[in-house]
């Protein structure tokens, strides 16, 4: 019986990389208007290089990159790039279809929902205001309330400390298997592998449920819960 649904927020409720990939584009045209003497294209190719060195969150990139290019920060380019990041993310960033519809579901059910983030406190509170989802969670736990991300077992188990549940009754939902599936199964939790949200081409999920729309929860809640 399912009595708590965790989500992972990025790719999994929202399409967090298109949004970013938009931000970071209106970024270096921000930063190239401003006076920054390199390409759009080598840019954003050196800027999404480097995320995959420092993390998808780093919160310092733009100044790491003008750094790393020119051995200097200038800080007319360097304000001029964050403020075209954020006034583009803020517009792209958009709830996958049926997410409101599937969380109203689900919490008519009576059944707790949590969060599960690996992004900072601050960026995950900031996400869920900006959709007015910040009342939906009874619980979210970000990489700040354990030092570690996922697959380590730390943040489930936090979670599982501040609930009751056995967490055979728990359903961990996320868009990357590695960390998500790996690290819920690991306490023991019931998995759902959500693949519309998949970046890694994964073929073999070992979830125990895998979905193409975040709708078909409710099915998956229905047939456990009878």
């Known amino acids: 019986m399912i009595q708590a649904i965790v989500f ?18 209106a970024a270096v045209e921000a930063m190239i ?21 420092e993390g998808i969150e780093d919160q310092q990139i733009f100044d790491k990159i003008l750094l790393q290019e020119f051995g200097k920060i200038d800080y007319k380019i360097l304000a001029a790039g964050i403020i075209g990041y954020r006034r583009a993310k803020e517009g792209a960033l958009t709830l996958y279809p ?10 008519k059910r009576g059944i707790k ?5 690996d992004a900072p406190r601050l960026a995950v509170w900031m996400r869920l205001c900006s959709f007015n989802l910040h009342p939906v969670f009874d619980q979210v736990i970000t990489f700040d309330d354990t030092g570690e991300r996922k697959p380590s077992p730390k943040p489930f188990r936090k979670l599982l400390e501040l609930w009751s549940f056995d ?4 359903v ?13 199964k690991q306490v023991g939790m019931k998995t759902v592998f959500a693949r519309y949200g998949n970046l890694f081409e994964t073929k073999e999920s070992g979830a125990d449920y895998e979905i193409n729309d975040i709708k078909e929860i409710i099915n998956i809640i229905e047939k456990e819960n009878g």
């Open 8 to 25: 992972d927020l990025d790719n999994t409720l929202w399409d967090f990389m298109k949004a970013k990939r938009v931000a970071v584009e």
């Open 33 to 53: 208007d401003a006076g920054m003497d390199l390409s759009k294209e080598q840019m954003i190719n050196r800027i999404f290089n480097m995320y995959s060195v």
């Open 98 to 107: 049926h997410v409101m519809s599937t969380l109203i579901g689900i919490a």
């Open 113 to 117: 929902m949590a969060v599960i983030s």
């Open 167 to 170: 967490p055979q009754h728990v």
């Open 172 to 184: 961990m939902v996320g868009d990357w298997a590695e960390r998500d599936v790996v690290g819920a």
